[in-house]
């Protein structure tokens, strides 16, 4: 006997189009998705990039000058999520498959990202990675 599938939530919906968005280089679409008052953590983020940032413009000039400048292509895409028991809270497993533009090297990594939600959409994202696959791909 087969479990019925788990039924897809709202939240899980809305990651998946942040990481098309992302994918095709919508960053403006991805902002879109963002509270005014988004908080990102970047869970061990790399000393160039001060940590969290606040606010909608500041996290649409982050995935802009971050991942628009280092990466072409760059495609995110979630392989399993976990919803949270207070129904605003979303885990998120993903992986990444891209390029580094300055060096031509692969960069293929895996997350974990906690998401939040509220009336104007996404309002806190963490992130966690593997730290030494993206220094071997950058430097």
């Given at each position: 006997?087969?479990?019925?599938?788990?039924?897809?939530?709202?939240?899980?919906?809305?990651?998946?189009?942040?990481?098309?968005?992302?994918?095709?280089?919508?960053?403006?679409?991805?902002a879109?998705?963002?509270?005014d008052?988004?908080?990102?953590?970047?869970?061990?983020?790399?000393?160039f990039?001060?940590?969290?940032?606040?606010g909608?413009?500041?996290?649409?000039?982050?995935?802009?000058?971050?991942i628009g400048?280092?990466?072409?292509?760059?495609?995110?895409?979630?392989?399993?999520t976990?919803p949270?028991a207070?129904?605003?809270?979303?885990?998120?497993?993903?992986?990444?498959d891209?390029t580094?533009?300055?060096?031509?090297?692969?960069?293929?990594?895996?997350y974990?990202?906690?998401?939040?939600?509220?009336?104007?959409g996404i309002?806190?994202w963490?992130e966690?990675h593997?730290?030494?696959?993206?220094?071997?791909?950058?430097?």
């Amino acid at each position: 006997m087969t479990s019925p599938a788990p039924e897809v939530t709202e939240h899980e919906v809305t990651v998946r189009e942040l990481f098309q968005r992302m994918s095709a280089r919508d960053f403006d679409g991805v902002a879109n998705l963002l509270s005014d008052d988004v908080e990102f953590d970047l869970a061990f983020a790399p000393e160039f990039l001060e940590m969290p940032v606040r606010g909608r413009d500041a996290m649409h000039a982050l995935i802009t000058n971050v991942i628009g400048a280092m990466f072409d292509p760059f495609r995110l895409e979630v392989t399993t999520t976990y919803p949270g028991a207070d129904g605003t809270t979303l885990v998120a497993e993903y992986v990444s498959d891209g390029t580094v533009k300055s060096n031509g090297r692969p960069y293929v990594n895996r997350y974990i990202g906690i998401f939040r939600f509220g009336d104007g959409g996404i309002t806190f994202w963490r992130e966690y990675h593997n730290t030494e696959v993206a220094t071997a791909a950058i430097s």
